[in-house]
């Protein structure tokens, strides 16, 4: 049986679009997923704090806007719209959100069950 055609639903998401799911007291996500990564895209409320945690998978993210401290394997940098982060897989790691909201996307691979 031949697979059905791809549909514009199957190349564009519609803003909005994705699982949303509370992250932390004051961290939210809006989560897509392809066959083999993950976008997340995370809105930090100001001081919001994404507690220290690890997870197997390998992480990279950008800030789109506001400003952080993130702790990265016991290194903290303050970071503004435009820095990127890479996170190997097993490394703990903890954002506090500084004095006004901010907004990151994060690219996972492999995906997150747990967010799916």
Do not use: N
Request: include cysteine.
């Amino acid at each position: 049986m031949d697979s059905p055609e791809p549909t514009a639903d199957d190349y564009f998401i519609p803003a909005g679009s994705g699982t949303h799911r509370t992250l932390f007291p004051g961290v939210q996500a809006l989560i897509t997923c392809g066959d083999r990564m993950m976008f997340s895209v995370v809105h930090l409320e100001p001081h919001s704090v994404v507690t220290e945690h690890s997870h197997p998978h390998e992480q990279m993210g950008i800030l789109l806007s506001g400003k952080v401290e993130f702790l990265i394997g016991g290194i903290a940098r303050i970071l503004t719209a435009g820095d990127i982060w890479r996170i190997p897989g097993g490394v703990v790691h903890k954002v506090v959100t500084l004095d006004e909201p901010s907004v990151a996307l994060d690219v996972f691979h492999p995906i997150r069950e747990d967010y799916r």
